[in-house]
């Protein structure tokens, strides 16, 4: 499929699931999304939001009923590559990465979601200390890297 056929082919307006999304403080949710043009806060350019992002945006993401579009994506792109992972975190982790390995900590069943490092490994794994399910118990979790996918999960011994 050539772009101007995708161009043609891609929804310009969608019909919103309102169960789907978190409503405002007056009860609103998004019964419907369009195509809307913005001006990026950062380089001035002007940018369609299209309806599937702010679909995935609201409906996926589940970001607040009120956000909208700031940044283009090439300004977006940038952003991401200046900022640093958090506190904890390889450097060379960027700050998505961060986020993506905190959500899966979250998801797993008896672990204190704080993180206290995550560490690039030789082999490419991401070791990540965390707290267990009482005080003083601390774990150790392998994900892989970039799916995060849990390789595996051992008891932190102090020597
Ligand atoms: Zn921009």
């Known amino acids: 499929m050539s772009e101007a056929e995708e161009q043609h082919e891609r929804p310009h307006f969608l019909v919103a699931k309102p169960a789907g999304q ?32 702010q ?5 996926v993401e589940k970001r607040s009923y009120y956000t909208t579009a700031t940044r283009c994506a090439d300004c977006r792109r940038k952003r991401r590559q200046r900022e640093s992972p958090p506190r904890g975190f390889d450097e060379r982790l960027s ?30 794994t991401v070791e990540v200390l965390c707290g267990g ?7 150790i979790l392998k994900f892989d890297d970039p799916d995060w996918v849990l390789q595996s999960r051992e008891p932190r011994l102090f020597s």
Do not use: M
């Open 22 to 53: 978190i409503p405002s403080k007056s009860s609103s949710v998004h019964l419907h999304y369009e195509d809307k043009e913005f001006r990026c806060n950062d380089c001035g350019k002007t940018e369609v939001w299209t309806a599937q992002e």
């Open 55 to 59: 679909q995935r945006c609201f409906e």
């Open 95 to 124: 700050r998505e990465d961060a986020s993506a390995i905190k959500k899966v900590v979250r998801s797993l069943p008896g672990i204190d979601p704080r993180i206290f490092s995550a560490n690039l490994t030789d082999d490419g």
């Open 133 to 139: 399910a009482s005080i003083g118990d601390f774990l």
